[in-house]
């Protein structure tokens, strides 16, 4: 059984650019949830998708945005990057009360 | 959001038990008690998680205080793989449908030495 997968693993972006992320959850998680987690801190909450809704929101501003399908994998899409962006970017599926999370995703905005 | 609080950083020796300590002092009744662990460069990984009662797993125990204000993961015998930033999280559950998120702090950061 596979986990949580995320690609890419890495992306170099320039600042003012747009990007995506993607991200399937382990089979038969339908929950998924987006962290950023910036160089030596924790990861931080941006958002959660449920039945392809947003069920909840972190304190992230609209630039970032996301979207689930059908198949319960996501997406997360960033747009006017800032240098400050720059971080891991991870995606974790849920089964009851554990967490699941992938690799992530290492961005930097140039 | 209910938070906790963690030593930065600890050391052990290998084979020998590690107490990590958390305290969460404004815990309310429905918040659960997560473990996370984040090996390096590799996403949070599970441990265990409880509500009052002590938990066992393969991985590790999980002691709660009675007042629940503070809990105390055991890993039994530390190997070097056991290196890794450990993450006290306390989750509640939201009434939408999905689980509560994850709220980290900077957790203790174990280093185990041969």
């Known amino acids: 059984d596979a986990g949580v997968t995320q690609s890419p693993t890495h992306l170099i972006k320039t600042r003012g650019q747009q990007v995506t992320l993607r991200c399937s959850p382990k089979?038969?998680?339908?929950?998924v949830s987006w962290y950023q987690q910036a160089l030596g801190q924790g990861p931080q909450f941006i958002f959660q998708?449920?039945?392809?809704?947003?069920?909840q929101r972190g304190n992230f501003p609209d630039r970032f945005s996301g979207h689930q399908f059908p198949n319960y994998s996501s997406e997360l899409n960033v747009n006017a990057l800032l240098l400050g962006d720059s971080a891991l970017y991870l995606c974790?599926?849920?089964?009851?009360?554990?967490?699941?999370f992938g690799q992530g995703t290492r961005l930097t905005v140039v | 959001d209910a938070k906790t609080t963690q030593p930065n950083s600890m050391e052990s020796n290998e084979e020998e038990p590690v107490h990590l300590p958390c305290n969460h002092s404004?815990?309310?009744?429905?918040?659960?008690i997560h473990w996370y662990r984040q090996l390096p460069s590799q996403g949070p990984e599970y441990v265990i998680h409880?509500?009052?009662s002590n938990v066992n797993n393969r991985m590790a125990s999980l002691a709660i205080a009675e007042d629940r204000k503070s809990s105390t993961l055991i890993l039994h015998r530390a190997t070097l793989r056991d290196a890794a930033v450990y993450y006290c999280?306390?989750?509640?559950?939201?009434?939408?449908?999905?689980?509560?998120?994850?709220?980290f702090g900077k957790g203790t950061k174990l280093s185990v030495k041969p």
């Open positions: 998708y449920y039945e392809e809704e947003e069920r």
């Open positions: 409880g509500l009052t």
């Open positions: 974790a599926s849920s089964s009851g009360r554990k967490a699941f």
């Open positions: 404004t815990i309310s009744g429905t918040d659960y």
């Open positions: 999280i306390l989750r509640g559950f939201y009434y939408g449908g999905s689980q509560g998120n994850l709220i």
């Open positions: 089979s038969g998680h339908d929950t």
